[in-house]
């Protein structure tokens, strides 16, 4: 499988949101991860669909948008409407009834979907929801934050997932080029980075 590079926007220089976007783009990202936060399903605030809506004018990346909120089905739109092009709701969040509504009405707009669990969340919550999912986030730190450390922990959950799911896993959180390799070997394809990507003096090299 061809492994994808998602710099984590929430690592980025605010000031200067567009010229950093910019940078990655140029630098070979294949698509930019958007962390929202509400400060309830997680201990931090930060980005809402305006700031979605206007770095999609910025970029032709596509917009990878992690969900970490409460009550996601309340919003999937506003960040649909904002140019998001793929969606990531979390297992923690909502009910196995009310993603499989949510994921037919953004594939009925071609909308990618994805799922997260946490690290502490085992597959069995998501098992009989892959079938409706274009990919997995597994996270490998717990939310909230970027600049944590990659927890090993995850990488048997990974392999076993691999085992039981052909689409895109991505892995989020503390990913950097000393990690990256075990976490290709068991089965993911998709590295969602903050830190070591923005914080790279040379971002192409990272990347
Ligand atoms: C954590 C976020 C991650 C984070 C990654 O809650 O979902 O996407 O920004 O940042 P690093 O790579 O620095 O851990
Ligand atoms: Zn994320």
Known sequence: MKIKIAPSILSADFSCLDKEI???ERAGADMLHIDVMDGHFV???TIGPVVVKYIDRVTKLPLDVHLMIEKPEEFV?????AGSDMITLHIETIKASGFRLQAARLKKKKIKVGLSLNPSTPLAKIKSLLRYVDFVLVMSVHPGF???KFMPSVLPKIKKLRSMFKGDISVDGGVNDKVAGGI???GANVLAAGSY???AKDPKRAI
Do not use: L
């Open 22 to 24: 910019k940078k990655v």
């Open 43 to 45: 201990p931090n605030i």
């Open 77 to 81: 739109d506003d960040f649909v409407g």
């Open 146 to 148: 970027s600049g944590q």
């Open 184 to 186: 290709i070997k068991a």
């Open 197 to 199: 990507v923005f914080g």
